[in-house]
């Protein structure tokens, strides 16, 4: 069961790679139909799925997909146009094809046959037309017989190829009539390696198929096998047809001497489930077979894994760096276990090799654990064009580098964020195509998408050239709502921040895309726990740019620990901009209650970590302390300590499974000494000082 789990688990993961790939070349066809190389990378993700669902037995998906795959045929041959439509309706198919595989992997039997049966139902009626309107639709085509010879290679099993996916194939295109195998190259049973495929066979279809059509079922395994497929000579077909028509299988299969007559018999009377015969036969208890049922269901409802896949040259390093580590750690125990006094030089000879030879495999992991974003900006195709239509606009997205490599676990969590932004710059952001129109701008609106690095940092920005932010509008409902005052002095990007206040929205209608007010401040706290930034710059009538700043991973940073008082703090070095100690001239006042200090003519507000997190700090003066100056985005803050202690690399540990969120703080860490540290999180202590 185990070994069949793995495999459903293959199919899965390599369906859901074909189905992305599948779903941006058809959008790409939209743009291109008469590009074919599209048009065969589509059929041969859905020939694929396909094959390997008919290999793991999800016959249901292995049809549904066949019947898709009819349709792109017949695009092959030129019989249906490409045209928005049909790549609709194909959309539609790849959209319930990725629930029905969803739907089989966790046992969840939810998708309503009604909707499978009416996709179904286009696609048949996108074949029957095409058909219909075939020049040769009068010439009534005589079935005919094809011998077939195939010899598949023994390694054939290590391509993920079962050869009795294309028997079951070429039984879809007509009637195998005869099947005749040969077993010279099977060895004895001790000899049997199941591994290896020893058969080969040499068939004859009757099909009113083409021998194109025929071949096209080996189109992928007739390089490297050999495979020969042609037309039968008239006097054996009549051979052939004399001898084999109106039998039953089981009767030929006793004739040719393959099987007795009691074992036929034997078969057709045991046509019952498996566990069924068992039962009956007292082979096994009732009990057993409902156990392992009970837990071959289970193991199907699993949740998605995430998985990554892995250059093999980085898992190459990263076994000669373990190797490194296990040679230098034997030597420390060597040396540690020796009774006489341990050399010191030696000693400390081999503890710097281990902290080089540990740092140099946290960063082959975490060069493991990097992945393009490209997997994650491609969806976005399919979304700009669903909204465009939805919302009778002209949309374009443009993507700008997409091999830009991030951390998998942010890769995960920055889709929904990135999701609702690019809806927003459709609904909101952009014009309608008649608004534009008269604005002297092209009807078409173009949203870009990009990701780069930038100061040790991963940037993404969302761009469209679409109406901006009205700043007035932000600030008179920002005032209704009791946000500000009517007399607030604050800046655009100040006033484009309310946005991101929970129930806070500017739109005039509800639609189902946006405007409840629900989604911007989820986006923003997505973005904190990632420990993001995001900033925003808008014109009016130009346009509006979301830029969104991620660290490259969550589990290691290069933090400087402080102290105040009696705690040590971690504080994310990306996050320092300069530590000073200020002049007592330098530190002012406002209303005698907020705090700033003159940093070379900037001020700056100050922040007094002992009074945030409740603790006795040395000393409360900040003119005899210390002052480190930390910047979010582009806003700046100082927070006072007591002291700095040095710099230090810290594994990152989650407190939400344990512990209630505490403003301020984003995680904690364990210091050399097994000591618990808490990692500030600047970006919250930043708007805390606003």
């Known amino acids: 069961m185990d070994d069949n789990f793995e495999i459903i688990e293959t199919f899965y993961q390599e369906s859901k790679d074909l189905m992305s790939a599948m779903q941006n070349d058809l959008l790409g066809l939209e743009e291109n139909p008469d590009n074919d190389e599209l048009i065969n990378n589509v059929f041969r993700c859905i020939h694929t799925i396909k094959g390997s669902a008919g290999f793991v037995d999800l016959t249901e998906i292995s049809s549904f997909a066949h019947a898709q795959e009819n349709v792109l045929q017949m695009v092959r041959n030129k019989q249906i146009s490409i045209n928005k439509e ?25 998708i309503p046959q009604e909707r499978i049966k009416s996709i179904i139902q286009m696609f048949d009626h996108y074949t029957s037309q095409a058909q219909k309107s075939d020049v040769r639709k009068e010439e009534v085509k005589s079935a005919q017989i094809y011998k077939l010879v195939l010899n598949f290679k023994e390694d054939i099993f290590d391509t993920d190829t ?37 058969l ?41 047809v004399e001898t084999m028509k109106d039998k039953k299988i089981g009767d030929i299969l006793i004739e040719k001497g393959l099987v007795s007559d009691e074992e036929v018999n034997k078969a057709l009377a045991a046509q019952k489930r498996l566990g069924q015969i068992l039962i009956e036969e007292g082979s096994i208890m009732p009990n057993k077979i409902n156990a392992i049922v009970e837990q071959q269901s289970q193991v199907r409802k699993f949740k998605e894994m995430s998985t990554i896949r892995v250059d093999t040259g980085k898992l190459d390093k990263l076994m000669n760096l373990v190797g490194e580590l296990v040679i230098t750690q034997a030597r420390i125990a060597q040396l540690t276990s020796k009774k006489e006094k341990v050399n010191c030089i030696e000693l400390s000879v081999s503890a710097d090799s281990l902290e080089r030879i540990s740092r140099d495999l946290q960063e082959q992991i975490m060069r493991v654990r990097m992945v393009p974003i490209e997997s994650t900006f491609s969806q976005f195709f399919r979304l700009v064009r669903d909204l465009g239509m939805q919302k009778s606009k002209k949309v374009q997205l443009k993507v700008y580098g997409k091999e830009t490599e ?12 990135l999701t609702h932004m690019i809806r927003n710059s459709v609904d909101h952001g952009l014009e309608s195509p008649e608004e534009r129109k008269e604005l002297g701008k ?30 007035d509008k932000i600030f008179s409902k920002a005032v209704e709502k009791r946000l500000i005052s009517s007399d607030a ?43 993001g930034t995001i900033e925003i710059y808008s014109e009016k009538g130009k346009g509006t740019t979301f830029k969104i700043q991620l660290p490259l991973t969550l589990a290691i940073i290069d933090g400087m620990l402080v102290k105040v008082g009696e705690e040590v703090f971690v504080l994310p070095i990306l996050s320092i901009v300069e530590s000073i100690q200020p002049r007592k ?21 100050l922040i007094r970590l002992h009074e945030v997190f409740n603790i006795e700090a040395a000393s409360k003066n900040p003119s005899e302390a210390l002052v480190i100056i930390v910047q979010s985005g582009k806003t700046k803050a100082c927070l006072l300590v007591d002291d700095i202690i040095g710099q230090q690399q810290a594994v990152i540990k989650s407190l939400d499974d344990n512990f209630q969120l505490i403003n301020g703080i984003t995680g904690a860490t364990i210091l050399g000494d097994g000591t618990v540290s808490m990692i500030l999180d600047v970006p919250a202590l930043v708007k805390l000082s606003e």
């Open 200 to 240: 080969s066979w040499v068939i004859f279809l009757k099909t009113q198929a083409s021998k194109k059509e025929i071949e096209e079922v080996f189109l992928f395994v007739k390089d490297d096998n050999e495979i020969e497929v042609e037309l039968c000579e008239e006097s054996y077909l009549e051979h052939v």
């Open 489 to 531: 002095q604050m800046t655009d990007e100040a006033v484009y921040q309310l946005i991101f206040n929970p129930g806070f929205s500017t739109a005039d209608q509800v639609s189902e895309t946006s405007g409840r007010g629900v989604g911007m401040d989820v986006v923003k706290n997505n973005i904190s726990r990632l420990r």
């Open 162 to 198: 079962d050869p009795l996916i294309f028997l079951l194939e070429l039984n879809g295109l007509g009637e195998i009539i005869e099947a005749n195998t040969n077993i010279s190259k099977l060895p004895a049973l001790d000899r049997l390696d199941p591994l290896r495929f020893y």
């Open 442 to 471: 092209d009807q078409t609106g173009q949203i870009e998408l990009e990701a780069y690095h930038e100061s040790g940092n991963i940037v993404i920005e969302i761009r469209d050239d679409g109406r901006g932010l009205d700043r």
């Open 406 to 417: 991030l951390d998998k676990t942010i890769i995960e969590q920055i889709n929904d964020p």
């Open 585 to 605: 001239e330098h530190v002012k006042s406002i209303d005698c209650k907020d705090e700033v200090i003159n940093v070379r003519g900037e001020y700056l507000p």
């Open 86 to 110: 049909l790549v609709t309706v194909l959309l539609e198919g790849l959209d319930c094809l990725k629930e029905m595989i969803e739907s089989a992997m966790t046992g969840t039997n939810n």
